[in-house]
């Protein structure tokens, strides 16, 4: 039981370049999340999902997609890294909606765009 | 737009004192989390409270949710090393699927 694992832990882009981040969960948990973690701003939610097959936006949305084709997984997508994108970004999941479970984190993957 | 405020940002002590940490807002929630983050990894989640007035208790930990459940706090009594980490509230409400997390307070206890 890995818990919720993210992919890649690292990495580093050049401004304009694209990626996907991997958050995987064996947990079969319905909602996961997508934030990013900056100094003295807490986590901001960037998209989330309640279920297979939908997406929502959080508070951050702009220059990010978002996939959830499988329960699992939940893929966060940049299609043209910018500098302010430069975070470490943590995917959760959690078994029933906001406030009614705990949210699991994975270790997080730290990107730098340069 | 939901703003969780927590006070005091960094906060470094001796070992064996005691700190009360601070997560407020003007909007009401359902619910309300405590996480600790540790340095490479992602938050844990600590408590949760969802009657306003609760106190929970954690070992040394204290957590008290506010009458209106605006607030919260987290009162650490004889801090040790090992409390050392990020410690981040995050609010709930009721109807939407998505959590507000504070901006954070950096705890440091020094042996």
């Known amino acids: 039981n890995a818990g919720v694992t993210q992919t890649p832990k690292f990495r580093v882009l050049k401004t304009g370049q694209s990626m996907t981040l991997l958050c995987a969960q064996d947990?079969?948990?319905?909602?996961m999340y997508w934030y990013r973690q900056d100094p003295g701003m807490g986590l901001r939610l960037i998209h989330y999902?309640?279920?297979?097959?939908?997406?929502a936006k959080g508070e951050v949305p702009d220059g990010y997609n978002v996939s959830r084709l499988k329960k699992q997984n939940f893929l966060l997508g940049l299609e043209s890294a910018a500098p302010s994108q430069t975070s470490v970004y943590f995917c959760?999941?959690?078994?029933?909606?906001?406030?009614?479970?705990?949210?699991?984190f994975g270790p997080g993957t730290r990107l730098t765009v340069t | 737009t939901q703003l969780l405020e927590q006070s005091p940002q960094f906060l470094s002590i001796q070992e064996g004192e005691n700190l009360t940490v601070y997560c407020n807002s003007s909007s009401v929630f359902s619910s309300l989390q405590w996480y600790r983050q540790e340095p490479g990894e992602g938050p844990v989640l600590l408590v949760t409270v969802v009657t306003g007035g609760e106190v929970k208790k954690l070992k040394r930990l204290t957590f008290q949710f506010g009458d209106a459940r605006k607030d919260s706090s987290l009162h650490i009594t004889a801090a040790q090393p090992g409390d050392t980490g990020l410690y981040l509230c995050?609010?709930?409400?009721?109807?939407?699927?998505?959590?507000?997390f504070g901006t954070g307070t950096r705890l440091k206890v020094l042996a």
């Open positions: 947990m079969n948990h319905e909602y």
């Open positions: 959760a999941s959690s078994y029933g909606p906001a406030g009614a479970g705990e949210q699991y």
């Open positions: 995050a609010g709930a409400t009721s109807g939407t699927y998505k959590y507000i």
């Open positions: 999902s309640v279920g297979e097959g939908t997406t």
